[in-house]
């Protein structure tokens, strides 16, 4: 198993521009989420999903659309960017449901630099 | 906003056992604690999870107390890579399937 894979790993973007982070997870989880961490400070939540078709806002959802047309993917969207959002991006999956429910499973994140 | 408190920052010496608490007074009966830590900028690890019952792993012991609003993650033998911050969590919305918020967490270093 992978486990959560995010890709770019790294990306610089210019102001105004966007892109889509890509997350992954091959262990069929039910839950994902989207973090943001900025230099020296806590996680963020910016969106989480309970399963395919189905989004929520978390913290911090301004700037950002997410999508969950399947269990496996979970990507996030930067339409218009801005210095704000220069911050280290992670991304999670965890199973619920039955008698536990697991840990988050976190990805080795996307560091975003806007400029 | 985050259900948890914790303490912003604590030290420990090296090869004594870290006490880390942390206070959940508003938790509701089916929902578990979770603990993580992050080192440096990597992303965050699962330490360990529970619901009433004290619980233990290779990396460290949960003692939750008996009405459940506190719990106390305990390193048995800090050493000097268990220096990170350790953030405690309770998942929010119904029962254990709401949203999971990281709050500040508490700084733990571990000295020589």
């Known amino acids: 198993n992978a486990g959560v894979t995010q890709t770019p790993k790294f990306r610089i973007l210019k102001i105004g521009q966007s892109m889509t982070l890509q997350c992954t997870q091959d262990m069929n989880h039910n839950y994902m989420y989207w973090y943001r961490q900025d230099p020296g400070m806590g996680l963020k939540l910016i969106y989480y999903?309970?399963?395919?078709?189905?989004?929520d806002k978390g913290e911090v959802p301004n700037g950002y659309n997410v999508s969950r047309s399947t269990t496996e993917d979970f990507p996030l969207r930067l339409e218009l960017a801005a210095p704000s959002q220069t911050s280290v991006y992670f991304c999670?999956?965890?199973?619920?449901?039955?008698?536990?429910?697991?840990?988050?499973?976190f990805g080795n994140g996307t560091r975003l630099t806007v400029t | 906003d985050a259900k948890t408190t914790q303490p912003t920052s604590m030290d420990c010496a090296e090869g004594r056992a870290a006490n880390l608490p942390c206070n959940h007074s508003t938790i509701s009966g089916n929902e578990y604690v979770y603990w993580y830590r992050q080192i440096h900028s990597q992303g965050p690890q699962y330490i360990i999870h529970?619901?009433?019952n004290n619980e233990t792993n290779e990396m460290a012991s949960l003692i939750i107390t008996e009405d459940r609003k506190s719990s106390t993650l305990i390193l048995p033998h800090a050493t000097l890579r268990d220096t990170a911050v350790y953030y405690c969590?309770?998942?929010?919305?119904?029962?254990?399937?709401?949203?999971?918020?990281f709050g500040q967490g508490t700084t733990l270093q571990v000295k020589p």
């Open positions: 999903s309970v399963g395919a078709g189905i989004t």
């Open positions: 999670a999956s965890r199973r619920t449901g039955g008698a536990d429910n697991s840990p988050l499973h």
């Open positions: 529970g619901l009433k």
């Open positions: 969590i309770v998942p929010q919305g119904s029962g254990n399937t709401g949203k999971l918020i």
